[in-house]
């Protein structure tokens, strides 16, 4: 029905920057918001920035003034732009979004993306 297929994850150094997305496609018939949200060895599943479909947004206080959440509606995906990194930013990053669909029907599920792999590492 639906997929959300993650990118751009990998290895960066301290202060870099990476920008990951996350682009759904199936039978979608709108997208509500759409987030980033990440988990470390460990730890719980936590989320890192939301936006919704007028574009307002929400971020972690951990990644305020760091990280950037947009998105392109035409294309159905999602962007994360992450500057400053840090070795605690390291987890695997998670796109979710809320979508309608129609197979006769309209339906409103959650979906997840399989998770991409940022490591911040000198």
């Known amino acids: 029905q639906v997929q959300l297929v993650e990118s ?17 496609s199936g039978t979608i018939a709108s997208i509500s918001s759409m987030g980033w949200y990440r988990q470390a060895p460990g730890k719980e599943r936590e989320l890192v920035a939301r936006i919704t479909s007028g574009s307002s947004t929400n971020y972690a206080d951990s990644v305020k003034g760091r990280f ?17 990194l840090k070795p605690e930013d390291t987890a695997v990053y ?19 993306g399989q998770g991409t792999q940022v490591t911040v590492s000198s």
Do not use: E, F, H
């Not at 751009?8 to 996350?22: A, D, E, F, I």
């Not at 998670?94 to 997840?112: E, I, L, P, Q």
């Open 8 to 24: 751009g994850g990998g290895l960066v150094q301290p202060g870099g920057s990476l920008r990951l997305s996350c682009a759904a």
């Open 68 to 84: 950037t959440i947009s998105r392109d509606n035409a294309k159905n995906t999602v962007y994360l732009q992450m500057n400053s």
């Open 94 to 112: 998670y796109c979710n979004a809320g979508v309608r669909t129609y197979s006769g029907r309209y339906r409103y599920d959650d979906y997840w």
